[in-house]
Each structure stands twice: as structure tokens, then as C-alpha cells.
């Protein structure tokens, strides 16, 4: 029997589960332009050292750390920097503002908005060639059921 897939309100509500505390290090640490050299720096371990352990050359170990300042660092290298620091990597994704669940709200909200346009201007185009409307604003059509109900 294979691994049951998670859905995606199961995988959007582990993330939220895990973001308070990524939330709460991230304020904590504030704007840190390069973790590693950061953390060399903080335990005293020479870069020297710290490049022996990755296995690279000194100023290799050097060019890592601007790559990092500069948002340019390749995961891998950052996850072996991590490791040769003897620390744990953590990597995540998280809204600026709000949750995963609202962000998917207003992306649902958006994509219904653009549907609602798409057939409204299909439907014209419709109507000018004198074919009927395929579709119906919802608030109209609620309107028109009022109308009937109401007899008039």
C-alpha cells in the first residue's frame, strides 16, 4: 500500500502549524546579509577551518559568504556551509502578511473575478452577433429569480 497523498488543506495547514516560530526567529534575528558568516564569526571557527571542512579553498569559502549577502548562494552550497558549521539549515516560505489560507482566498477570489470578466466580455461579443448570453452574472440572475418569486 503506497503513502496516502496529502491534500492540500492538509499541506496548507502544516505549513501555518510550522510559520509562528520561523515568524518568531526571522524577528528575533532581524536582516542578517549572510548567516554564515555570521555564524563563523559568532563561534570563533576560522574560515580557514570552515572551508577545510567544506572541502573548498579559503577565498572559495569567502566568495560563498558575498554570494549569501547577495541573495545569489546556491542552496546546496548553503546546506554544506550549514553542515560544515556543524548547524541545521532551515528554509522556508511564508506569507508577509496573513495566512496560507487567506492568500488562497484572494487567489481563489482573483481567479473567480477574471472568469466573471472573461465570459462577460465573451457574452457580449455574444450578444453583438446576435447569439444569447451563455452566462448570467450571479447577482443578476438572483435579481431576475427575486422578479419571478415576486410576480411581477
Known sequence: ??????????????????LPGYRLGRAAAGEMPSWVRAVRQATGI??????????VSEPELY?????EAKSRI?????RRAAEALDCEMIY???PRKGTLAEMAARY????????DIKRAKNDDKRE???KPRLYQDPQIAALHQLIRLAGL
Open 1 to 18: 500500500m503506497g503513502i496516502a497523498i496529502e491534500t492540500r488543506e492538509q499541506i496548507r495547514q502544516r505549513i501555518e502549524d510550522a
Open 46 to 55: 576560522t574560515g580557514k577551518e570552515i572551508a577545510r571542512r567544506m572541502g
Open 63 to 67: 566568495r560563498l559568504e558575498r554570494a
Open 74 to 78: 546556491e542552496l546546496g552550497s548553503l
Open 92 to 94: 522556508a516560505l511564508m
Open 108 to 115: 481563489r477570489a482573483e481567479r473567480e473575478n477574471a472568469l
Open 128 to 130: 453583438c452577433e446576435g
